[in-house]
């Protein structure tokens, strides 16, 4: 067994063709899940990433917003940067507790895929797209292909997650994330959902919400769901819409919670997340008014 500590990109993904190691960033997903008989036995050589420089930046450029895969929990809720994506900032203060966020990264996050991945909801309500380097170059793809299920992504053998990039337009624009969970700290979530709506209480101009828990992976609507936020948003309109997130959602019954549960509670927290949206609207616009 290796442990790599390179110091750069670069060495990282030279490492990473020649001798295929495990990659790790925090280790609290991996040192959980991975079968212990692969470090008994010597089998695995590591990479380690959360020191790499290029990993480690929050940029803010023209087209958006860009993070590094090894930035931490603690360190996005944490940041003054970041108060733009407030939807991610919440959903990384819920990840585990203090000393979880402080190791577990956004590029772990989403590269682990689990459908109960928190900090990976927001982000596919932003249409972010993950950044990919190997050794032979970089692409990037949107976030929403590159999970594909639980565990699964398309990283490929040789690629890291460099970064996260969150397109301009979802940047300061009014969002929520709420998690329905046992305990409210140390926990998973049962179901979740980030909204993100434009526009102002009495006129929306559009919206979008990615729901967590509820199905193989974090999903939205179709290529529509911006327009069907549209307009007026009353109770009704606001159920009707909760409704529709339930009937997309494909739950699992597990120990947390059953199918049907779930699906109920996807209503429930988009009609919530709505609800407080609008109220938060309604309190900004008054006191401008003042
Ligand atoms: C007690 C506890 C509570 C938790 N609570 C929550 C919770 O509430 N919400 C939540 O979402 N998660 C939770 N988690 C899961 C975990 O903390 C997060 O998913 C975390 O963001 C993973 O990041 P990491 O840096 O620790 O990943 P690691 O464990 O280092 O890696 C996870 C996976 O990602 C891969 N990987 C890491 N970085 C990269 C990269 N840059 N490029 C390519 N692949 C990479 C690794 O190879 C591995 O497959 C909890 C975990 C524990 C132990």
Known sequence: MAWYRPQSLPEALELLERRRPRIVCGGTDLFVNAPRKEYEAGKTDWLEVRGLPELRRISRQAEGLEIGAAVTAAEIWESRELRMVPALQQAARIVGGWQIQNRASIGGNVANASPAADMLVPLVAYRAEVRLASASGSRSVPIADFVEGPKRTQL???????????????????????????????????????????????????????????????????????????????????????????????????????????????????????????????????????
């Open 156 to 290: 490929r053998p040789g690629e890291m997650i460099v970064s996260l990039f969150i397109p301009a337009r979802m940047l300061g624009v009014p969002q929520i994330f709420l998690r329905h969970d046992q305990r409210a700290a140390t926990d998973i979530s049962i179901v979740s959902v980030a909204l993100i709506l434009q526009g102002n209480a009495r006129q929306v101009e559009w919206g979008t919400a990615a729901v967590g828990a509820a199905a193989p992976k974090p999903f939205t609507l179709s290529d529509e769901e911006e327009r069907l936020w549209a307009g007026k948003l009353d109770a009704d309109k606001l159920r009707r819409l909760g409704e529709l997130y339930a009937q997309r959602s494909s739950p699992i019954t597990d120990v947390r919670a059953g199918a049907q549960y779930r699906r109920s509670l996807v209503g429930t927290y988009v009609v919530r997340a709505g609800q407080a949206l609008l109220s938060n609207l309604e309190q900004t616009e008054g006191e401008a008014w003042r």
